[in-house]
């Protein structure tokens, strides 16, 4: 990519818009921008970065004491009730259940490629957690070595980088994921190496988060009513490290 030109443009982004709610109570500008306190969003985010370090140093944690997994299984037959909600990269290498070890009905994960928050098939399933179960934190978990946002990169540099690749690979990349590494070219920040590519990912994530807030008017007004906490963080594949971004 020459550094002393932006990369093109692509198509406008074609992934559906998730349907407004109805405008029985419309958005003031202060709901829209506010983001208000969510002390069970704050407690679940420590604990799940406290099981990350666990996992990081001693592998996936012990059965519980007192209980099978038999057991565990057949209590959740009757519901769940997760404490979070992960959406996270389609990545064999990224497993949330794994990385912020565990189990059974703890988390509700949402896997997509890039960890985008696109469609509203996505949207409509954080919606459902936060809303019917209760979970009073959402993840967007981004990663080091994202093949997606590689593919997003090398197409900003050329439009042909993905001319190999199914049509329908291609379109998702064009039109979702080139957005985030024309945000971080737009700050001024060069293509030096793997730097601007974990500028990218981040960005990614970052995008993810705006999205779930701009797509969904329910997440915006409970987010800012401190119902619930929606962080971005990255995995770092080789440490197995979780970080806020």
Sequence with gaps: MDAKEPPPRAAADAAPAVA???????????VAASVADCPA?????ASLLASNAA????????????????SHREALASGQSPSAVVVACSDSRVSPELLFARGLGELFVIRTAGNTAAYASTVASVEYAVHNLGAPLVVVLGHTGCGAVAAAVATAADAGAMASQPSTLATFVKSTLLAPV??????GQGVV??????????????????SLVTKSTWMRKARAR?????????YNVAAGTVKEV
Excluded: I, Y
């Design 193 to 210: 190496d793997t730097d601007f590519v974990a500028a990218c990912e981040a960005e990614n994530v970052a995008t993810a988060v705006r």
């Design 226 to 234: 401190g119902k619930v906490k929606v962080v971005g963080a990255m």
């Design 182 to 187: 024309r945000a971080v070219w737009a700050r």
């Design 20 to 30: 407004a709610d109805p405008p029985t109570e419309p958005d003031s500008p202060e």
């Design 55 to 70: 996992f990081v140093a001693h592998g996936w944690r012990p059965t519980l004491a007192g209980s099978s997994v038999s």
């Design 41 to 45: 969003g704050d407690a679940q985010w």
